[in-house]
């Protein structure tokens, strides 16, 4: 409250941390012979053609995997090359099961230490969607191995999850589809979750990598704004023509990317999740 007729004062100390985070480059090499593009082939009129978009597909994914990874962020010299830091290591304020969340200091992103591995408890997504939701952000996707999301699933569907009962409108009962006549959809899935402050959709990601805590493979569950995430581009993938050294074609797919943060504290994540254990209350 302010007395009226008082001056306005002074202006509040506002001060920013500016986190900043390091490309990475990545690349796929192809290599085809004369003769294999000049023989008749199958399902494709060109071997270099063909071989380019397989490969470009596989960058993709090295891309994702990494993005969504615990790696922590390198500098590029002249010597090393330089790495971007994956979202394992970006998220770190809303964090439950590390010792060491991952870490800003000094112009580097530093890996996170994981906790002993445990099972996944619904509590433990509640509490992050809480702690994410008391910082300003609204999670909207929950993402994680497609293990842990099935086992999450899974439990979703047991007698001892508190949550409402399962209910789905059947639909499209008899229309014609690809095999024939369908009959009645049985729905043997759970794909979101309405928490206390906003609603999870599940999604389960095929190219997020294990790691270890102790001698035990787990991973990491993240509860993700979108809004507060994407990745940054300082030369998209390009396809650059190599010299010849012999009969045969070469080409190399190069990308200059990395993770943008936009806010951190907006998501949150649970890791050193066994995704062997089954998911509890």
């Known amino acids: 409250a302010r007395v009226d007729g008082a001056d306005a004062g002074a202006a509040a100390a506002f001060n920013e941390k500016r986190i900043g985070n390091h490309i990475q480059i990545s690349d796929a090499v192809v290599r085809v012979s004369d003769g294999a593009r000049l023989v008749d082939t199958i399902g494709y009129s060109d071997r270099l ?4 978009m397989i490969r470009q597909k596989e960058l993709k994914r090295t891309m994702e995997a990494i993005l969504t990874s615990n790696q922590a ?10 790495q971007t830091a994956g979202l394992g290591a970006l998220i770190q304020t809303n964090v439950i099961g590390a010792t060491t969340p991952g870490a800003f200091a000094n112009g580097i992103t530093s890996a996170p230490t994981p906790a002993a591995a445990a099972g996944l408890t619904e509590k433990k997504i509640r509490d992050a969607a809480e702690m994410a939701y008391n910082k300003g952000g609204n999670p909207t ?6 293990k842990v999301i099935r086992a999450l699933s899974e439990y979703l569907f047991t007698s001892s999850a508190r949550v409402a009962t399962l209910m789905t409108d059947v639909q499209g009962t008899n229309k014609e589809g690809k095999y ?4 009645v959809t049985a729905v043997g899935a759970v794909n979101t979750f309405v928490s206390d402050f906003d609603t999870l959709q599940f999604v389960p990601n095929r190219l997020m990598q294990t790691y270890k805590s102790g001698a035990t493979d787990v991973a990491n569950v993240y509860l993700l704004d979108p809004d507060y995430w994407d990745v940054g581009y300082l030369q998209p993938i390009q396809t650059k023509e190599l010299a010849r050294t012999g009969t045969a074609e070469n080409r190399q797919m190069t990308v200059f990317y990395g993770n943008l943060a936009l806010q951190e504290k907006a ?3 649970i890791m050193a999740v ?5 998911v509890a209350a």
């Open 267 to 269: 998501s949150a994540m």
């Open 49 to 52: 053609v063909h071989e380019l």
């Open 180 to 183: 024939g006549k369908q009959g």
């Open 141 to 146: 996707v929950i993402m994680s191995t497609p």
């Open 274 to 278: 066994d995704p062997t254990v089954a």
């Open 73 to 82: 962020s390198v500098e590029h010299t002249s010597t090393t090359a330089g």
